[in-house]
Every structure is written in C-alpha cells, then in structure tokens.
C-alpha cells in the first residue's frame, strides 16, 4: 500500500520501485526467526483501477488498470528479495493473492477478474522460480446463502431470517470450489488453498448494532475444515496445504470481546475441537 512507497509512476510514465520499507518489516521479522507469509495486495494508488480505500492506511482494494504491470511489479519485487535473502530462503515463504476478495470493501472487481489476476500472478512467480509457493484466493467466510455464488456480492441474496440452531444450515466456504475448478482448466499451480473460517457470519462492532450470531463449536471450525479437506481432496490438487490466514471468535477487530477472558476460552475449547 502507498503508506509503503512500493510502486510509483512519474509523470513521463516511468515506474519506480521502492523497497526501503518492506525491507526493513522483513528484515526484523527474520532477525526474530519469524518466516513471512506474504501477501500480494492491495493495489498501489498509480496502478489502481478505481480510487478508494479501506483501513487507516489507506489500501486501494482494487484490480490493476494493467495486468502486466502489476506482474512486473511482483517479479521486481521477488527477485529483489532473492537476491536480498537467498533463493533458497524465498523458497521457504508463501505468497497469497489479495484479501478477501470476495469482500467488495477489498476487492472492486468480479470473481473472474480476481481468478484472471491470479493466473497473471502466478505464472509471474512460477516462471522465477518453480518451487515458490502460491495459492488463494484468501475468501472470506463460511456462509449459508448464496450471496457469493455470482461474479459479484448479492446481498438480497443473504439469509435474512436465521433459525435458533445456526448449525442446521449447509455452511461452505466461498469461491473455494470456484477457484479450484478454474485452476485446473487453465492448467494453473495451486501450492495452497488459504480462507478465513470465522465462526460468526458477521461483524460485530462495538455500536451493538450488529447482529451477534455464532457458530456452535461442533459446527464451527472442525466442520470448516472438514469441508475444506474434502474439497482439496476431490480437486485437482488434492496435495495442496490447507492455511487459515485469518481466524478468531469474530472478524471485527473492534470487538471488545476479544481483549475478555471469555475470548481465551472459546478459541481454546474451538481447536480442541478439531483435535
């Protein structure tokens, strides 16, 4: 993101690369033994497609206005690591594509663009180095409606009244399947499949306005990952890793209850579960 100064156009249209900053992040995640799990996106500000952000720094959630710029930009910045910390090293870490693309706030594009831009992606990476590890598409969340099912979010699509027993309804992942499938007609490589299995449907903000529905344990994170093992088994990837990139009791970082000791106590009892 341009708090960052990765990528910039000059006014002649020349691009300028900057590693100054993440350099620095990587450099001390390493120093502590801490391997980066790196994920590609958002959209720097001149190689956005359409101006808006999200978050206090301001990432543009949107597709590259060129495809094979945003490539070059991976490709310069891969090497520049390789060559700052070693192929052998690189090969160690993992590259996502994006954040929750399914998620209109993240992602101001269709599901195909998104599927189309991983293609470019890892192409890019895998014409580096073969044994880089690449996957997605990062989705957000499990849900019981098809809201998710078209090219774009549909919320007349979303459950509007919920029954008591939350763990009656067909929860699946999103785009999951989708981005599987598309992979394997296209002939792409897929090293991992990473979601964000939340066991609440939605956010819940410290307005109280939200609506505060959670999974029952049982129901939650051990039926997620079974359906997403099987899914991984029925494709045509059935080695992939499997990597939860982002969990908790709630998505909604605004949530007090995650500083409580109640909070400790589900996410506990959550993954004992799926033990």
């Known amino acids: 993101h341009d708090d960052i100064f990765v990528y910039r156009e000059t ?29 590609l996106g958002f959209c720097p500000g001149d190689l956005a497609r359409t101006k808006g952000t999200c978050f206090w720094w301001k990432g543009h959630g949107s597709p590259p206005v060129d495809y094979g710029k945003w490539a070059d930009l ?42 189309e831009l991983y293609k470019v992606t890892v192409q890019r990476i895998k014409s580096i180095d073969p ?18 099912e078209g090219e774009n ?8 009244e919920w029954p008591d027993d939350l763990a009656q309804l067909d929860w699946r992942g999103v785009w ?3 981005f599987l499938q598309y992979c394997a007609e296209n002939e792409l ?15 819940i903000g410290m307005d109280g306005q939200k609506d505060h529905r959670s999974r029952p344990f049982d129901s939650s994170v051990r039926r997620d990952l079974l359906w997403l093992q099987e899914v991984i088994k029925e494709s045509a ?11 908790n009791s709630t998505p909604d970082c605004r949530d007090l209850a995650h500083d409580m000791l109640p909070a400790a106590a589900y996410i506990v009892r959550a993954n004992l579960d799926c033990i």
């Open 11 to 39: 006014a002649d249209g020349e691009v300028v690369y900057n590693w100054q900053y993440v350099d620095d992040l990587f450099d001390r995640m390493l120093d502590l033994g801490v391997r980066p799990f790196v994920e």
């Open 74 to 115: 991976v490709e310069a910045f891969i090497r520049h690591c390789q060559v700052r910390y070693s192929e052998a090293e690189v090969r160690n870490w993992y590259f996502e594509l994006w954040n929750e693309p399914n998620l209109k706030g993240f992602f101001k594009g269709s599901r195909s663009e998104y599927f």
């Open 131 to 148: 044994d880089l590890r690449v996957g997605g598409p990062a989705t957000a969340n499990f849900v019981p409606d098809a809201r998710f």
């Open 153 to 160: 979010e549909n919320p007349d699509a979303k459950i509007t």
């Open 176 to 178: 999951i399947k989708e």
């Open 189 to 203: 490589p897929v090293d991992f499949v990473s979601t964000h299995p939340y066991p609440t449907d939605s956010a």
């Open 237 to 247: 990837y059935p080695g992939a890793e499997l990597h939860l990139t982002e969990w």
